[in-house]
Structure formats: structure tokens, C-alpha cells
């Protein structure tokens, strides 16, 4: 173990943040990165490509997403064996890593490039834009491969303990995919193929920069071609994490399209102010998603190095942080909520809407801040189940039916329906307490024997 790693040695507060502000800026640099193609295809298309765009990119970053949360078995693996100075597993992780989202990236890749025309027509897509959704949906469906490479990639990083690389990988690729937008489409005029072209070429030149850079870096591993090769054993301990987390992504993006469906049926204002303040409250969970990244590779590294205090201590430090910044902006926008989403629209109805939506939704970040940092502590112990478990139970008790009885019950207001989200998150901190306390008790009679 090397003592200038800030996750295991030193300040704290001080590893939290030197890990969660790279992290924090690859996550904005990711949603900038989908945002993109959406601007440049509405400066020079037709409503069609826009929605088409708009479509594709919302589905694509829910795949995305799911990648994410199996790739965080990697992470936390790693980190583990970071931790107990196991550097030959970790080059067993890496290369049978390599084989299984190999494969993984394959069968996805087929599955939904078949499936491409059933997924638009459940997603409503509006039969002016239908052919130009599949054909950017096909087109990124063929980039699957390098999504996977490079989230994995990404992963192995964090692993080790360096989240600032990652951050200069997903940057190469917004800088690319910007310049290769304007080209396609503005020049070219190749709309919404070309939306898609510029978004697969930019993660190309990422992974391949990235692999070169793995190659050349003194990382402290080396991968030969034995390594290379189906660990099952390794696999599992990747999956048992990743799984869960995966699942509980998906259904959590699943659950908002749901609350924008039921928006939806509310009407043009309605549609609109939900669809606004979903796009601001993404921005404000950067920093609560930061601290559940950076919190699970702390605690796995120190797991791993049997360090369970200092374990214990970055959960509780990284909460308070995040929990900061929750409440921070919470109560910023009780004052500011219409100058925000005025950003968006000019529209006086849609700003009063979304105001009062804003409000409430807000107090989600605070909420969820709770829950984000203990289920990055639950992963670090390869206990991903548990945060799988509270996110469910709060989807389908709370967020979703609380979101449909507050529009059934008022239907002038979206204030009572932007509380669903929070109260969800509410009862998930809840059951998290409950679950780390469990947890405690347990570990506690087994060293008690």
C-alpha cells in the first residue's frame, strides 16, 4: 500500500474531496456530453431530429447508466484488493474484467440493435420521428462496445484510487463529440445519424487514448495475455456488486419515466415544467453521486486494508458534505426557484409550475444525499444488496404512487407531486440507518466469538 494514497492515509475530509471533485466533473462532463447533441441538432434540424435526439439520448443514458452500476462491481473489487495489497488478483480482476464486459458489450450490442423498433414504438416516439429515432438508437447501439470499454476503464481508475483520469477520458470525448457535431450535422447535414456518429467516434478516440495511457502509466500493475481469461470465481465477486446496483439504476430511471408520464397527462405546462426541473435536479445530484462513487472506493480500499474505522469515518464525513450542499441548495431555491428555471423558458406559466415543483423536488437532494453515501457504503462492503433493497421499496411505496395520488389530488399545483421524489428518499435513509445498525450489531457478535 502507498502512503500517498489519500483514500487510506491522512486527512479524510481532504481524500473525499481530492477523489469527488474529478469524479464530480466527469459526471457534468457526461451530462454536457448528452446535452450537446441535443442543442446542436435543435440549431439546425427540424423538430423531428430534435425529438429523435431527444428520445434516443434519454434511452441511451438509462443503458448507460446500467453499465455504470455493473461496472461498480470493478471499482469496488479493486479497491479491495488495493486495500490488502492483493496486486496479483488485481490483475486476474482486470483481465477476466476484460473478457466478461466483453462479451457483456456483445450480447447487448445485438440485442437491442434487433429490438431497436419495439423500444421507440414503448417509448411513444412520434411517427414523424420514428425512422430518424431508430437510426440514431442503431447507431449508438453499434458504440455499445466502447460505452462498455470505457466506463470499465473508468472503473479500473477509481479502483486504484485515481478518479482524476477518468475526468480527462470523458473530456477528450465531449471535446470531440462538440467539434464532430457541428461538423455532421452543420456541414454535412447528416441530422440525427450524425448526432449519434460524432457521440460513438468521441468515445472511440476516448478508450483509445485511455489505453494507451493505461500502457504507458507506471499504474503499479502489469496485464499480461494470461491474465486474460474467464475467472468464474472473480466474476462472481464482480457481479454479486454490480448486479445489484445495475438493477436498482434501471429502476430507478424507469420510475422517472414513469412520474414524466404521469406529468404528461397533465398537459402542455405540466409536461414542460417536469421537464425542466428533471434537467436542474440532475445538475444538483452531481455532487451526492460524486460522494456515493468516491465513499464506496474509499471504504473498499480500507476494508480491504482492515482499516474499519477510517471506513466508517468517510461515510459519515462524506454525508455531512453532501448533506451540506442538500440543504444549501435546497433552501437557495425557495428564494431563486423562478430565476432558474427561467434559464430555461420564458413562458410565465411554465415558470410558475415549475417554481413551485422545484420547491419541493429540491429537497430531494438533501434527502437522497442520506441514502447516496450509505449505499456507497454498503457497496464497499459488498453489501450492494441492501441499497437494491431500500431503493425498491421506496420506488414502489412512495415515489411513484406518491407522484400519481398528489396529481390525482391536486391537479392545479405540481408543489404536493414534487415531494414524492424526497419522501422516497426520506423513507430509503431511513431504512438505511436501519440496515447499518443491523449490520454493526451483527459484525460485533461475530468478533465478539
Same mark, same amino acid.
Given at each position: 500500500?502507498?502512503?500517498?494514497?489519500?483514500?487510506?492515509?491522512?486527512?479524510?475530509?481532504?481524500?473525499?474531496?481530492?477523489?469527488?471533485?474529478?469524479?464530480?466533473?466527469?459526471?457534468?462532463?457526461?451530462?454536457?456530453?448528452?446535452?450537446?447533441?441535443?442543442?446542436?441538432?435543435?440549431?439546425?434540424?427540424?423538430? #423531428?431530429?430534435t425529438?429523435?435526439?431527444?428520445?434516443?439520448?434519454?434511452?441511451?443514458?438509462?443503458?448507460?447508466?446500467?453499465?455504470?452500476?455493473?461496472?461498480?462491481?470493478?471499482?469496488?473489487?479493486?479497491?479491495?484488493?488495493?486495500?490488502?495489497?492483493?496486486?496479483?488478483?488485481?490483475?486476474?480482476?482486470?483481465?477476466?474484467?476484460?473478457?466478461?464486459?466483453?462479451?457483456i458489450?456483445?450480447?447487448?450490442?445485438?440485442?437491442?440493435?434487433?429490438?431497436?423498433?419495439?423500444?421507440?414504438?414503448?417509448?411513444?416516439?412520434p411517427?414523424e420521428?420514428?425512422?430518424?429515432?431508430?437510426?440514431? %438508437?442503431?447507431?449508438?447501439?453499434?458504440?455499445?462496445?466502447?460505452?462498455?470499454?470505457?466506463?470499465i476503464?473508468?472503473?479500473?481508475?477509481?479502483?486504484?484510487?485515481?478518479?482524476?483520469?477518468?475526468?480527462?477520458?470523458?473530456?477528450?470525448?465531449?471535446?470531440?463529440n462538440?467539434?464532430?457535431?457541428?461538423?455532421?450535422?452543420? =456541414?454535412?447535414?447528416?441530422?440525427?445519424?450524425?448526432?449519434?456518429?460524432?457521440?460513438?467516434?468521441? &468515445?472511440?478516440?476516448?478508450?483509445?487514448?485511455? %489505453?494507451?495511457?493505461?500502457?504507458?502509466?507506471?499504474?503499479?500493475?502489469?496485464? #499480461?495475455?494470461?491474465d486474460?481469461?474467464w475467472?468464474?470465481?472473480?466474476?462472481?465477486?464482480?457481479?454479486?456488486?454490480?448486479?445489484?446496483?445495475?438493477?436498482?439504476?434501471?429502476?430507478?430511471?424507469?420510475?422517472?419515466?414513469?412520474?414524466?408520464?404521469?406529468?404528461?397527462?397533465?398537459?402542455?405546462?405540466?409536461?414542460?415544467?417536469?421537464?425542466?426541473?428533471e434537467?436542474?435536479?440532475?445538475?444538483?445530484?452531481?455532487?451526492?453521486?460524486?460522494?456515493?462513487?468516491?465513499?464506496? =472506493?474509499?471504504?473498499?480500499?480500507?476494508?480491504?486494508?482492515?482499516?474499519?474505522?477510517?471506513?466508517?469515518?468517510?461515510?459519515?464525513?462524506g454525508?455531512?458534505?453532501?448533506?451540506?450542499?442538500? $440543504?444549501?441548495?435546497? %433552501?437557495?431555491? &425557495?428564494?431563486?426557484?423562478?430565476?432558474?428555471?427561467?434559464?430555461?423558458?420564458?413562458?410565465?406559466?411554465?415558470?410558475?409550475?415549475?417554481?413551485?415543483?422545484?420547491?419541493?423536488y429540491?429537497?430531494? =437532494?438533501?434527502?437522497a444525499?442520506i441514502?447516496?453515501?450509505?449505499?456507497?457504503?454498503?457497496?464497499?462492503?459488498?453489501?450492494?444488496?441492501?441499497?437494491?433493497?431500500?431503493?425498491?421499496?421506496?420506488?414502489? =411505496?412512495?415515489? $411513484?404512487?406518491?407522484?400519481?395520488?398528489?396529481?390525482?389530488?391536486?391537479p &392545479?399545483?405540481?408543489?404536493?407531486?414534487?415531494?414524492?421524489?424526497? %419522501?422516497?428518499?426520506?423513507?430509503?435513509?431511513?431504512?438505511?440507518?436501519?440496515?447499518?445498525?443491523?449490520?454493526?450489531?451483527?459484525?460485533?457478535?461475530?468478533?465478539?466469538?
Open positions: 500500500m502507498e502512503k500517498n494514497n489519500t483514500l487510506l492515509y491522512g486527512s479524510i475530509t481532504k481524500g473525499l474531496i481530492s477523489f469527488a471533485i474529478p469524479y464530480l466533473f466527469s459526471c457534468f462532463l457526461q451530462t454536457f456530453y448528452g446535452m450537446a447533441d441535443l442543442m446542436i441538432v435543435g440549431m439546425f434540424e427540424k423538430a #423531428s431530429s425529438a429523435a435526439v431527444a428520445i434516443g439520448s434519454q434511452f441511451m443514458h438509462m443503458v448507460t447508466v446500467i453499465i455504470v452500476g455493473f461496472a461498480m462491481g470493478v471499482t469496488i473489487h479493486i479497491g479491495h484488493c488495493i486495500g490488502a495489497n492483493k496486486k496479483v488478483e488485481i490483475h486476474e480482476t482486470i483481465g477476466t474484467t476484460i473478457v466478461l464486459f466483453g462479451l458489450s456483445l450480447g447487448l450490442t445485438l440485442l437491442l440493435f434487433l429490438l431497436t423498433k419495439p423500444i421507440c414504438i414503448v417509448l411513444q416516439t411517427i420521428a420514428l425512422d430518424s429515432t431508430i437510426q440514431y %438508437l442503431q447507431t449508438c447501439f453499434m458504440g455499445i462496445p466502447l460505452i462498455v470499454a470505457y466506463n476503464i473508468s472503473a479500473i481508475f477509481r479502483g486504484l484510487g485515481d478518479s482524476k483520469r477518468p475526468m480527462y477520458f470523458v473530456a477528450i470525448a465531449c471535446g470531440i462538440l467539434i464532430l457535431d457541428y461538423f455532421f450535422i452543420g =456541414t454535412l447535414h447528416l441530422s440525427s445519424f450524425g448526432a449519434a456518429l460524432a457521440t460513438i467516434l468521441g &468515445q472511440g478516440v476516448s478508450v483509445l487514448i485511455s %489505453l494507451i495511457m493505461m500502457k504507458r502509466l507506471n499504474l503499479g500493475v502489469r496485464i #499480461s495475455i494470461r486474460i481469461r475467472n468464474r470465481l472473480l466474476n462472481k465477486k464482480i457481479l454479486d456488486v454490480g448486479t445489484p446496483i445495475a438493477f436498482q439504476d434501471g429502476l430507478i430511471q424507469v420510475s422517472f419515466l414513469i412520474i414524466t408520464m404521469i406529468a404528461n397527462s397533465r398537459g402542455l405546462i405540466a409536461s414542460s415544467s417536469v421537464g425542466i426541473v434537467k436542474i435536479i440532475s445538475f444538483f445530484f452531481l455532487v451526492p453521486s460524486a460522494f456515493l462513487s468516491t465513499i464506496s =472506493t474509499m471504504t473498499a480500499q480500507n476494508m480491504g486494508a482492515h482499516q474499519k474505522e477510517r471506513a466508517v469515518q468517510g461515510l459519515f464525513t454525508m455531512g458534505i453532501a448533506c451540506l450542499w442538500g $440543504i444549501s441548495i435546497a %433552501l437557495f431555491c &425557495q428564494i431563486f426557484a423562478p430565476n432558474i428555471v427561467g434559464l430555461f423558458t420564458k413562458d410565465f406559466q411554465v415558470i410558475q409550475a415549475g417554481s413551485e415543483y422545484l420547491r419541493s429540491v429537497f430531494d =437532494t438533501f434527502f444525499s441514502h447516496f453515501c450509505f449505499s456507497g457504503y454498503f457497496c464497499g462492503i459488498h453489501k450492494s444488496g441492501l441499497s437494491f433493497i431500500h431503493n425498491i421499496i421506496s420506488i414502489f =411505496t412512495i415515489r $411513484i404512487p406518491g407522484a400519481y395520488f398528489a396529481s390525482v389530488w391536486w &392545479q399545483t405540481l408543489y404536493p407531486m414534487g415531494w414524492a421524489p424526497g %419522501l422516497g428518499s426520506l423513507l430509503s435513509g431511513i431504512l438505511c440507518f436501519y440496515f447499518y445498525k443491523k449490520e454493526k450489531s451483527t459484525n460485533m457478535k461475530i468478533e465478539s466469538k
